[in-house]
Structures are given as C-alpha cells and as structure tokens.
C-alpha cells in the first residue's frame, strides 16, 4: 500500500534521514522504533506532505504522492495524527471532529458524515460525553483519543500516528495503545510511530528500527521484541561491558 | 572576567548547582522539582526520551526561561534572575541542536561575534576608530585565529557561515561558544545530522575542550557518544530526574529502560 | 565589489535627469502655476488650476500680450510645502518662467516665497493667509481675500445683529488656525467675547462632543472656521443637536458643494463670501457684476461644475499678471513695478490696489454677507 | 554582505567622486536641489534601515525625530537667535534624549504592537507641533528660519547647500559603514541573522536596539536641522504619519540591511514623484503600482534586485 | 452632565466606526497574521459606491448595501489575488508595504472615478435625533452602533457555527493541523481577505450618511481602525470592537473635558500607556509576534 524507497530527508543542509526503505501493506500494523533524534516524525512529514526537502520514492497506492500538498494527500487517503495531539483547542470536541471530515462533506454529504460520526462517537465513548466542550479543556489522553478521532473522520486507507503515547501517563497509554489495536483488528491499516518501542511492538505486526537517521534493523515485532541490539539503537553500545572488558 | 568569589558554604568544586527546580507552563509541570550538581572540570550527560524537558531545563540554566521555584547557582552564585546575555558574561555558553549560525557572516566574523562579551569598543569607538579599539580588533581576530585552528577551521575563515557544509557548522557552532570563554559550556545535541566519521572528530573534539579545562554539559541522542564521553549522566522523563549516575550505571539502571523502551 | 554595479546604476540615473533643460523660446512668456490640484485643498487647486489654463488661452486667442504668446507651465503641490518648494524650483530653474502664480495654500505659499525672493521671481499666491504679504516682500503679492477682512465681515454683521458672546470651532489646519487668531484677536475691538474656542480634525466624522461643550457655555453665536466636508459635518451635527443659536461659517465653505453637503443643515447658515457666490443678486451697479458674469459663463461652458471663489483668485491672479506683463518685454524687475502699481483693477474677488505697503490690495466690501434659505444663497445687508 | 575591514572601499570613492561632479557641474538649483532632498532623505533612510534592517524593528514614527529635529532648530535659531550650528547640536540632543525616553518602554513592544507604539509617539510629537502654535507656528506653519553660514560661506540652496547635505550624507554613510565593521557591528549584523542565537553568545540586545534607535533619530534630526535651514519654513504636515510610510518604504524599497539601499531607496522614492509630475491625476496610480510591483517582485528591495538582474544577465552572456 | 452623557454617545458613534473597521482588520489577522494598511481605502470604496447606488442610481437602499458591500469584497479579492498572493517572499514588511502601496493605487483610481469633491449622503432613516438624559443621540449613530453590532455578531457567528468559519478558526489556531485534517488554508485566507475588505466596506456605508464621503477619506479611519484593533489585541474579534468603542469614547471625552485640539494626542497617549502596561492589547487572542 505504502512503499518508500531510498528517502532522504534535509533540513537545511543536514541530511536528518538517510536511504530509509520500507513499506506498508494492505491491513498491517506497522511500527517504527527509535529513540528521540532518530528521524521518526520527519519520515512521516515527508510521507504527510509537511516536508518538502526530500528525495527518493514514497508512493501510495501505486501513486507517487511527490509534490503533493498535505490536503492532498488526505484526499488520496493518508490521514495523521500529529505528534503533539494538535488539536483545534478553541472548537469543542464535535466540531474538531467535523474538521477532520472537511474534505468529506462536499464529497459525501452530511449523512455520510453524521454516520462516521456516530462511528467515532462509538468508538471513544468520553467524546461522545464531552462533545460540547471545548478540546482544550479535554485531558491529555482525552485530547490523544479526540486526534485519533479525528483523523479516522477522514475515513483514511491508511492512518498515520505520530508518537501517540507522548507525555502521558503509563495507563492512559495502555489504553491508547489497546484503541489502536482494536483500530487495527477493525481493518484499518496503521503506520505507528513510537518512541515506547515495547508497547508499540507488542501491538504490531512488523517493525522497523531507526537509529539517527538510519534504518538499522527490520523484522517481526516478536524478534525485535527480544533482539539486544534494539536495547543498543536505545542507550547506546554498552560502555559498561566495554569497561567490564577493559578492567579484565 | 567577572566571577565573584563562591559563597561559602557551597563545595567550590561544583560549578553548577541545581536544587529543586520546577518550571510551570500554562499548568502544568514542565519541570519537577529537579536537583543535581556538576563538578567542575568534568562532562555530564543529560539524556531523556522526547518531552523529557531537557530543553526546558537548559534554557533555564541559560537564563532564557527563569524558574518559578527552585535554585539554580552558577559557581556558587545564584543565577535564577540573571538575564542570559550576563551569564555568557558569567561564563555559561551554548551551542544549539539546529545550526544557528550568522548566516550573512563568514566564519571568521561568527567567532568574533562570539568574543562579544569579552570585548569592549562601543559606537563612538567604532566611529572614531580610536587606537585602543584597532587594538582590540587585532587581538579579537587573533585569538579567532587560534580558536579556529583549535577546531580544525582554519582553511574556513573566510567562507560564509551558511555555505559550510553540515558538519563545519556544527563544529563552528561550538567554535563561536568557546570565543566566549566559558567555564561551563553547555552542549545541544551536537552529533544530529553527523555522520559517523563527523561525529568520531565531535567526540575527540570535546575531549580536547574537556582538557583546556572546560565542564561541559552534554544533551544527546546519539547514546554511544555520551556514554563514551560522560563522566556523570543524568536522565530526565516527563520533566522529572529519573537517575543520575555513572555511564554503566545509567545503562544499566531499569527504569531508564524502561522510560526509553517502554514497560509495556 | 558588487556595489559598484550599484552605483554606475545611480549613475545613470543621475545622468538620464540631466539633459533635460529647458530653453525659452523669444517670444513665449512662461508663466507657472503652484496648485494643490490633489490632496487635501484640492478644493482650492482644482478650480485655480482649470481658470489659469482657461485665461491663458483666452489671452493667447486675443494675441497674447504685446505680441508674445503666454504658456502657463503647472505643478500640482498636493498641499505638501517640500513638493512646493520642488515646484517652484522647477518652474524658476528649469522652466525658467518669469512670473508664477500660486500656491494655494498658506503653509505651501510660505515655504516657496523664500525660494521666489531669491531669484527674484514675482510670486501671486491664491492663499488667504496673513502671514504671506505682513510683512510686505517687494516680490510677493497674493489675491485671495486675508482672514482679516472675512474677520472683520462676520464681526460687523454680528455687531449689527446684536450678538455679544460667541464660541467657535475651527478646523485643526492652517487655514483653521489663522481664521481663529483673527476671530480672537479682533474680537474686543468689535466689543464680542469669545466664551469657548473648540477645534476639530479635517476629517472627523463627529463634531458634537465640541458642540455639546460650545452649546454648554452658552454663546449667542458660533463661527465655524472651516473648509469643506468638515463645516458640513458641523451643520448637520448642529442641527441634530437642536443648536438654535446661528451658525456662522468662514468663507472657505463659500461654495455651492457646501449646501449640497450639508443638505437642510445649511439653512440659516451666515457666511461672508467673495460676490461671486452672488453675482446674479447683485445691483447692476456694482462693477464687479460683469467681470464676474464673464468669468462664470466662461468656466461653466468650459468645465463641468460650478464656478467658485477659489477659482476666482486665480483668475484675478492671471489678469493681474497680465496687466503687469503689459510694457515689460519680459523683465521681471518691471513686472513686479507694474504689479506693485497696478491700481483700480475689478477682478472676480473685489477691487485691488496695490501699493508698496500692501500688497494685497483689497478692502473689506470684497466680502458680502450672505446667508442660506431654503437651500440658496441670500444676500444679507 | 560580508564588510571587511579596509578602511574605505573603492565604491566610496567612486559615489564620493560622482556626487562631487555633479555638484560641480550641474549649475541648474533645480536638479541640485532634487539631489539635495535625496541627501536629506537618504540619512532618514540610513537611520531607519540600521534600525530596520538590522535590529528588525520597525518605527512607523521615524518622522517625528525629522520633525523634532527641524523645529528644535528653527526655535532656537529663528526665535531664539542661536547659532544655528549650536542649534544644530540642541536638535540632535532633543532627539536623542527623546529617543532615549521613548524607545526604553517601546522597544519592549514586538512586531505589529512596536509598530503601534511607534505610530502612536509619531502622532503625538505631530499634534504636540501643530497645537503648540505660541512656540512652534502650528499648523500654518513656522517662518523665519534663518539661513545657514559658516564664515564666508553662505548656505542657500543650489551648490552650497547641495554639498553641505552631501558632505554630511557621505559622513553618515562611512559612520554607518564603520559602525557594521565593528564590534558593534557584528553584534547588530548577528540580531539581524537571528535574535535568540544572539541572546544566546551574550549580546545584551535590547540594549542594542535602543541605541540603533537613538542613533536613527539622531540622524533624522540631522536631517530634520538640514530641512529647515534648506526650506527656511516648516509646517507640522512634512513630518506626519505619510512621511514616516514614506520613510519606510524608502528602506524596503531600497532594501534592509544595506546602506546602499538606504540611498537607493531614498533616490527612488524622491524622484519618482519629480518624474510623474507629467502625469497628473495618474501619479497616485502610478505610485502605487510600482510600489506594489518593486515588492512583488523584488521582495529583497531594488539593490538585491537590480543585483541580482546584473549576474542574470552576466550568467547568460557567458 | 448633561454634556458628559453627550461625549459619551458622540464617543460611541465614533467608536463604534472604528469598531466595524477595527473587526475587519483582526478577523483578517486572525486568519492570515496580515495587516491590511489599504483597509481604510475599502470604508471609502464602501461608501462612494454606497453614494453612487443609492444616491445617484437610485437603487432600493437594501440592494444598493448588498451592491457597496460587494464591490468591496470583490476589490478585495482582486487585491489579494494580484498583489498578495503573486507576492514572491511574503514576509510580513513585504506584505505591509505592497498593501500601502496598493491603498495610494486605490486611493489614486477612486480619485479619478468619483473625482475629489466629497458626497454627502441621507440617513437611512429621520434626521431628528432623539434625546435622552438631555442628550442627542442621532438615529444614524444607533444605525452604526446596530451595524457593528450586527457585524461583529455575524462574524462571531459565522466562526463558532458554521463549518467554513470552524475550518478558519482551525486553520487560524493551528495551520499544521489544519493542513493535516485537509483544510485548504489557502483557500481560509482568500476568504478572509474577503470577509474583512467586505467588514471596510460595511463601515464606509453606515459613515456615509454622518460624514462626507471622498476618495481620501479612507486613509486616517483605517489607521484608527488599526489602532483599535491593537488595544483590543490583535486577532481578537470582540477585543477589537471594544478597542474601536474605547479608542471613540477616549477621544471623545479628551476632547470634551481637556481640549479638542489636543484630542487625538490625549487617546494615543493612553493607547501607548495601554500597550506598555499590557503589551499584547487589552484582550490579546495569542502573541503577535511577527516581522
């Protein structure tokens, strides 16, 4: 579904991703691992269409989606959620979910919005609670489940999420990351991002390791779950055992 | 230079002392109550996941955010009110994760910017081109001189700032702290966007600078870096300390794994 | 070294404005012309613009003056004294003109007569303030009627209608602030004491707060000592405020555009006013009645609009210079003698005689009062 | 545009020998006076590019300091009697210790509320000239500014005055050039490259700006002194609100950050309105599109732009 | 007393034109983070079209409202389409300067349409104003008050209830996420531009009738519209309603109590107390930091 081949990416003149390959299919849940700084969230600005600075092939649905606007995307079917939750916060919780279905309300029509709507509400039972309030007023696992939200609202082939577990509490992630899996159990194809690689493994089908920039290890998240060298894509090759070796 | 003499009391040997420091934004907690100390002349490394709060907590040491409780003493002279363009005059200077360097300027001008806290010629000084101020630029540019030999820079000089490649700038950056003299220089992930080969003359790099006597603090992602060049790291998660201790220590302390790969 | 592209750029530049220079044909006087044909005054520029063009070539279609055929060389100052000063400076270096009429406004008059005075070039201002011929410069005259006269008119006719107290609101420019410094400065010797002095901006949308506060100290009368639209605002705000005292107006809003701004507001509005606003209720006797007819009919079949009084010191302007030019061969040394001694000329804005001593020439009968009823001027005795 | 430190560069003396010629040989007071009005306007634009260009601050009441600097000296030469050279310096002082007062809370102010801040002060120091009438002339204006000498010399328009501007232009153009060499300088050319970074290596730049802003009125008072004594006759409407527009686009025009730009831009907007004189009801039109289509178009101002032009063409003919 | 309560409806009407200016100018910065310096010339194409239709045509007064409030929207969408959006480096200063430019050019073909004598205009409803407290109050300042009122209103009302004022909002609080969620921003900013040159042209209609209308009226009521919207603080709709009514009744009083001369200075003094006590405007939305 998603293919992306020898990407690059600058800021600037410094190169932040090196000859990154991977790809999605149909139905999958993907992760990508890494520690902060590893280039994770600009992949995914050059696959949105946030990042103009890049080069190599990312095609979606055998389109390549180079020189497309971010809207454009999100017609062609890629939705995010960005890192950050960024959500409208001055809208109440129902009209940042209609934000999310803008491009389908021409397209569509209301009904089919009213549905998905009703879909999401589902879904997330507190945003149906809180549908009136204003989205900053919302927790920040309230905020989390309101972005998902409302990226689902574009009814997207592929859902995009960007560093989800971010800042909150190790329960409320437990429950963002079992959302997504349900998400996925429901058909929805997602390409994850996570800096919390365990709980992203254990959810995922396959996962990629970046380490600055590079793609340094890919495979099953089982393996991975229990491969050493992602501890060390993490903290670093082990000083220690190097000085246990040294003092030897 | 401008150092008022330790308060008594305090171990002189530590050059920074951060006690208890917390930093509110809109709310919520950005910083928690965080202590820890550097001693001087060594490299401590601060590490944490994404939204950890290392930036928070180097802008508060920079005087660019002040704290909204907590201490934070600079040579055993407390800091906290002190606006940033005194402590580069104090002896605390940084460099920064994205290259910031005088774009319009070549190299050579970057560094001397960089002396402007050790320089005195004012606008009646420039105008008038008076001998005392020659003097200074003569001396200004040669010690500019020396730092860039001292960085491997030299072949530089002349070259516009922005048109050096990635990792000169990098280089340069750290280049134009040091023209500030500091006793305390405070790194921002100097190794992203380096290739291993950069990043192998980064670490020889700062382990000269730690030889001219220079603490250094030391935020990074590249982890084999840091363990390799700390002396100290301290780890921060979600705005709190988690750990502090030696490189071994710290890889092999649980809840930074645990913070950094997930508890799932 | 890329700047020096830069300056052979400026160069250039400097080099593309140089050949220009202009050369004077023998038998061509070159009079020009400083109006504020835009900006603020354009009320004034427009119209004196429109007649200098329209009596140099009446001039030229008689044969010119002694032989030699007039070219009016005109530049708009837009009010600003600095584009004056660049004006006038243009017309005595590079058009080389030997007489120049205008500006219309004081401040613009004010800052080009020193520039006129240097090179010797007889100057005819259109503006009404004092400051411009007291005291006298031996090169400077001017033909609109000063503040003092219109002063003075308003003064006698309240002094005659028993008024004692006044307020007044002027408009915060210079036409505004020479008209309140005669209106105080000649107060006690009409026996009329001003209660409250009150200004407003030139394009203020309200003027009721000054009202409220005129109307609150009581005056028998106001004067209001303005230029259009501001006056009009004035009236209407008047009215709204159930002012029953009269409203007198300067002579700035002498135009028929004032009624039709002010609509029903202006009724019973007292203003001074050059007869031109008038000519068809003046006697028959009275000599200006045909100058004045032959002017109207002249603008109005040549321009759209109205003819008023603003165009009429232009028009003065032009035959004053005209008559001068009469025996001069061109010399401006003996056009500024033949101005200074020009005597009983009728023109459009009253009877000039000049003399050394005054330079403006005109006596107070320049003015009429007039007040409007039912939306048209009247005369008042 | 790296500024080394040579101590004067050829295109000075190149600009220094052109401007001299055609003081030498232009005898029309015409055009010499259309250059004198581009000097006067050339050290505005030298004050407020350093301050806008460099510091990113923008005044929307630059012509305040031009006003108080023209009437400083006419009431102290023409009412007073003063020396006009002493008045000269009294101008200069007015404005500096105005700025001084005016700029320490300003400058705290950013972006469009610096720009407020500053309108608001032009506005005040214009209402302050025209409603003072006993000392300043108010609206209708002040007469009786004397006129300048210096021994033998007598300052009047044409060639004097033409080089007396000139001469101080040229001073302020290698002030301002020395200035950007020095520490200073580069301290002032690092803020403009980016202000936190400059924050960030000790540069105290609030500081900064407030001296950059005291040295613009300085120079506009200079320049306001040149006026009147040029003139002989000042009104409150030269140095209102439009005027200080003016002297902002005369900047941007120009271009930031260059003292070229300063007079480029100061060239331009000068004689542009001199060459639509022809045009009459047209000029506004014409005035306002070229201002549109130059920032359009050549967004960086006319000295980058016509730069740029130049290696374009170099580019293709090689 | 008496007068007071006269100053402070003097100090409303006055404020409230401000206000109708002022609203158009934050709901454009609001959407764009641009300040229109032509928006002044937008009040005066509203009214000189507003003259021309209903005065000279003689158009039914809704129509020929419908017709000034149109042709405003339309030349500000020309503006925008050819000055702003052609712009190749849209910084801020640019910007300013192309939108002085093109309020000179705008100012400079109304001059040479309308001509530069100034129109007056009827009220829209009796001349007789209506006294209370010993007051006048004038009909067409209930007019003005009710239009901004309205206006304000609608805008409001249009931002918090319909989609594409939601979207502009969104696009207005967070252009990434907008942009992600498949706003076209682009599309919020034309808008925008309409909507506010629409606003200019709504106060040029309703000041018509109280003020002369003329090619150069323009200039100083954006600058005080301006100045409004920077008490209020920037990018706040009811901020810059409540700057343009304080900025009206401050000048007022000013001019009532101390001196009329000196009115104008009086209000900006406080402006600048206003900006230097509270530098982001009394009710400021988010930090204007831009240029």
Redesign the interface.
């Given at each position: 579904m998603l293919k992306i081949k020898n990407l690059r990416c600058c800021y600037g003149n410094i190169a932040v991703v090196h000859t990154v390959s991977l790809s999605v299919r149909q139905g999958e849940l993907i992760s990508i691992i890494g520690a902060n700084g590893a280039g994770k969230s600009t992949l995914l600005g050059a696959v949105c269409g946030l990042l103009k600075n890049w080069s190599g092939d990312i095609e979606f649905k055998g389109r390549a989606l180079k020189g497309m606007s971010a809207p454009a995307i999100v017609r062609q079917g890629i939705s995010m959620v960005p890192e950050g939750r960024q959500i409208f916060s001055p809208l109440s919780v129902m009209d940042n979910l209609k934000m999310g279905a803008y491009t389908r309300f021409k397209k569509d029509g209301k009904h089919r919005v009213a549905e998905d709507l009703d879909m999401v509400m589902q879904m997330f039972p507190i945003l149906k609670e809180r549908s009136a309030q204003l989205a900053g007023t919302l927790s920040g696992g309230e905020q989390q489940m309101l972005a998902i939200g409302r990226a689902l609202m574009a009814r997207p082939a592929l859902l995009v999420l960007d560093e989800p577990s971010m800042g909150l509490a190790p329960k409320i992630v437990e429950m963002i990351f079992s959302t997504i899996q349900d998400l996925s159990h429901s058909g929805v194809t997602i390409l994850l991002v996570e800096q919390n690689a365990r709980a992203a493994l254990k959810i995922s089908d396959r996962g990629y390791v970046l380490e600055t920039g590079k793609m340094v290890l890919q495979g099953s998240a089982d393996e991975l779950l229990v491969d050493d060298d992602v501890k060390r894509a993490y903290l670093g090759k082990d000083y220690g055992d190097f000085l246990d070796e040294r003092n030897q | 230079m401008t150092q008022s003499e330790p308060t008594p009391g305090i171990p002189a040997k530590q050059i920074l002392d951060v006690q208890n420091l917390t930093k509110m934004f809109g709310g919520v907690k950005a910083q928690d109550q965080i202590s820890f100390s550097i001693e001087k002349g060594i490299v401590c490394g601060l590490i944490g996941p994404n939204g950890a709060g290392k930036t928070t907590l180097f802008n508060m040491i920079t005087g660019i955010y002040q704290p909204d409780a907590g201490k934070v003493a600079f040579n055993g002279k407390d800091i906290r009110k002190t606006p940033a363009h005194r402590l580069v005059k104090a002896g605390i200077a940084r460099t920064f994760q994205h290259v910031e360097l005088f774009s319009s300027m070549t190299l050579l001008e970057n560094i001397l910017v960089g002396m402007h806290v050790r320089t005195q010629a004012g606008f009646w000084a420039a105008v008038t081109r008076i001998p005392a101020m020659k003097r200074e630029e003569r001396q200004s540019r040669r010690r500019a001189e020396e730092l860039l030999e001292f960085t491997g820079l030299c072949a530089d000089a002349h070259k516009m700032a922005g048109d050096l490649p990635a990792g000169r700038q990098k280089t340069a950056q750290i280049a134009r702290a040091l023209a500030s003299e500091p006793l305390l220089l405070l790194l921002d992930e100097p190794a992203a966007g380096l290739n291993p080969v950069e990043t192998h003359a980064l670490g020889k790099l700062i382990q000269k600078i730690k030889q001219s006597g220079i603490t250094m603090m030391l935020v990074e992602h590249d982890m084999s870096l840091v363990m390799e060049m700390s002396d100290k790291v301290v780890v921060l998660d979600q705005g709190k300390k988690l750990a502090e201790g030696t490189p071994r220590q710290i890889q092999r302390n649980e809840a930074v794994m645990s913070a950094y790969l997930g508890n799932g | 070294m890329k700047q020096k592209n830069l300056v052979v750029a400026i160069l250039v530049t400097i080099l593309w404005i140089l050949p220009v220079s202009g050369g004077m044909a023998a038998n061509v006087y070159k009079i020009g012309g400083i109006f504020s044909v835009t900006g603020r005054a354009s009320f004034l520029g427009d119209p004196e613009k429109k007649t200098m063009e329209m009596m140099v070539e009446r001039i030229n279609a008689a044969g010119g003056i002694d032989g030699h055929m007039l070219e009016a060389v005109i530049y708009d100052s837009e009010g600003d004294p600095a584009k004056a000063v660049s004006a006038v400076n243009k017309l005595i270096h590079k058009d080389k003109v030997i007489a120049i009429i205008g500006p219309s406004t004081t401040p613009t008059t004010l800052a080009v007569v020193n520039f006129t005075k240097r090179a010797n070039v007889p100057l005819i201002s259109c503006a009404a303030g004092i400051k411009i011929t007291t005291p006298v410069d031996p090169w400077v005259f001017k033909t609109a009627q000063s503040d003092l006269l219109a002063v003075a008119a308003v003064y006698q006719q309240m002094k005659a209608a028993g008024i004692k107290k006044i307020g007044i609101l002027t408009v915060s420019n210079a036409y505004g602030e020479s008209g309140k410094k005669q209106l105080l400065d000649q107060a006690e010797k009409f026996g009329i004491q001003v209660v409250l002095n009150e200004s407003f901006g030139a394009k203020d949308t309200d003027t009721t707060t000054q009202l409220a506060k005129i109307k609150a100290a009581g005056p028998d009368a106001i004067v209001c000592w303005g230029t259009n639209p501001g006056p009009a605002v004035v009236a209407k705000n008047a009215k709204q405020l159930k002012i029953d005292i009269p409203l007198y107006q300067s002579h700035g809003v002498g135009s028929p555009k004032f009624i039709e701004l002010a609509g029903d507001a202006a009724n019973g509005n007292i203003l001074p006013t050059g007869k031109i606003l008038v000519t068809s209720l003046l006697d028959d006797s009275d000599p200006q009645k045909k100058v004045l007819e032959d002017y109207q009919n002249a603008y109005e079949n040549k321009f759209s609009g109205n003819v008023s009084g603003f165009g009429g010191y232009a028009y003065d302007a032009v035959n004053l210079l005209a008559g001068a030019l009469k025996d001069s061969n061109g010399d401006k040394e003996k056009i500024r003698d033949n101005l200074e001694a020009t005597k009983g000329y009728v023109g459009a804005t009253g009877e000039f005689n000049f003399t050394p001593q005054d330079h403006n020439g005109l006596s107070p009968d320049a003015f009429v009062m007039v007040e409007i009823k039912d939306g048209t001027w009247t005369l008042l005795k | 545009?790296?500024i080394k430190?040579n101590y004067i560069r050829?295109?000075y003396l190149?600009?220094l020998c052109?401007v001299s010629a055609?003081g030498f040989v232009?005898e029309?007071?015409?055009?010499l006076?259309?250059?004198t009005?581009i000097g006067i306007n050339t050290l505005l634009g030298l004050g407020l590019n350093m301050l806008?260009g460099y510091t990113?601050q923008?005044s929307l009441g630059h012509a305040a300091f031009y006003g108080i600097g023209a009437y400083t000296t006419a009431i102290l030469s023409g009412t007073y009697g003063i020396n006009p050279w002493l008045s000269l310096v009294c101008a200069v002082a007015a404005a500096v210790f105005i700025a001084f007062i005016v700029g320490l809370?300003?400058l705290?102010?950013?972006?469009?509320?610096l720009a407020?801040?500053t309108?608001?002060?032009g506005?005040?120091v214009n209402?302050?000239i025209?409603?003072w009438?006993a000392v300043t002339g108010?609206?209708?204006?002040f007469?009786g500014i004397p006129v300048l000498e210096a021994g033998p010399l007598i300052f009047?328009?044409g060639a004097n005055y033409y080089f007396l501007v000139w001469g101080i232009v040229f001073a302020a153009m290698i002030?301002c050039r020395?200035?950007l060499?020095?520490?200073?300088?580069?301290?002032l050319?690092?803020i403009?490259?980016?202000e936190?970074?400059?924050?960030?290596?000790?540069?105290?730049?609030h500081l900064l700006k407030l001296?950059i802003f005291i040295?613009a009125a300085a120079l506009g008072a200079v320049a306001g002194f040149l006026?009147a004594h040029f003139?002989?006759?000042?009104?409150p409407?030269?140095f209102g609100?439009?005027f200080s527009?003016k002297i902002?686009?005369m900047v941007?025009?120009g271009g930031?950050a260059s003292v070229?730009g300063a007079?480029?831009g100061a060239?331009v907007l000068t004689?542009l309105?001199?060459v639509l004189?022809g045009f009459?009801?047209?000029?506004?039109?014409?005035?306002?599109?070229?201002?549109?289509v130059v920032?359009?178009?050549m967004?960086?101002g006319l000295?980058r732009g016509?730069?740029d032009m130049?290696r374009t063409a170099g580019r293709a003919r090689t | 007393m008496q007068e007071i309560v006269q100053y402070l409806f003097s100090g409303i009407t006055t404020g409230a034109v401000y206000a109708v200016i002022a609203v158009g100018l934050s709901m454009l910065y609001s959407s764009t983070e641009l300040i229109n310096f032509a928006h002044g010339e937008f009040v005066m194409i509203g009214a000189l079209v507003m003259v021309t239709l209903w005065v000279r045509i003689g158009l039914p007064l809704p129509l020929a409202m419908a017709g000034a409030v149109g042709a405003g929207c339309v030349s500000g969408l020309v503006f925008e389409r050819f000055a702003i959006r052609t712009a190749r480096n849209p910084e801020p200063i640019t910007l300013i300067i192309i939108t002085v430019g093109a309020g000179i050019f705008l100012k400079g073909a109304a001059m040479i349409i309308w001509g530069k004598d100034p129109f007056s205009m009827p009220a829209f409803s009796s001349h007789e104003s209506i006294e209370i407290f010993g007051a006048a109050l004038l009909p067409q300042s209930i007019w003005i008050v009710s239009a901004a009122l309205v206006l304000a209103g609608g805008i409001h009302l249009f931002l918090k209830q319909t989609l594409t004022g939601k979207a502009m909002v969104a696009c207005a609080v967070n252009k990434k996420a907008a942009w992600l969620s498949g706003i076209p921003s682009e599309k919020m900013g034309i808008l925008a531009f309409g909507i506010s040159t629409g606003c200019g042209a709504v106060a040029g209609i309703f000041i018509a009738p109280i003020t002369m209308s003329a090619y150069d009226m323009g200039t100083i009521l954006g600058l005080k519209g301006f100045c409004a919207a920077m008490i209020g603080g920037l990018g706040s709709l009811w901020g810059a309603f409540a700057g343009g009514l304080l900025l009206g009744i401050l000048e007022s009083l000013g001019a009532g109590l101390i001196s009329s001369g000196l009115k104008d200075a009086i209000a900006f003094v406080l402006l600048l107390l206003i900006l230097y006590i509270r530098p982001g405007g009394l009710f400021a939305a988010k930090e204007a930091k831009r240029f």
């Open positions: - | - | - | 545009m790296a430190n050829i295109e190149v600009f052109a055609f232009t029309n007071t015409y055009y006076q259309i250059m009005f806008m990113g923008v809370p300003t705290r102010l950013s972006g469009y509320y407020m801040g309108l608001g002060f506005m005040i209402i302050v025209r409603e009438a108010g609206a209708s204006g007469v009047m328009s002030v020395r200035l060499a020095s520490r200073t300088g580069r301290a050319r690092a403009h490259d980016g936190k970074t400059a924050v960030a290596i000790g540069i105290n730049t001296e040295f006026y003139v002989l006759f000042i009104s409407e030269s609100f439009m527009i902002v686009t941007v025009i930031m070229w007079l480029l060239t004689l309105p001199e004189h009459a009801e047209y000029e506004m039109i014409i005035f306002g599109t070229v201002l549109m920032m359009i178009f967004p960086q000295t016509i730069m130049i | -």
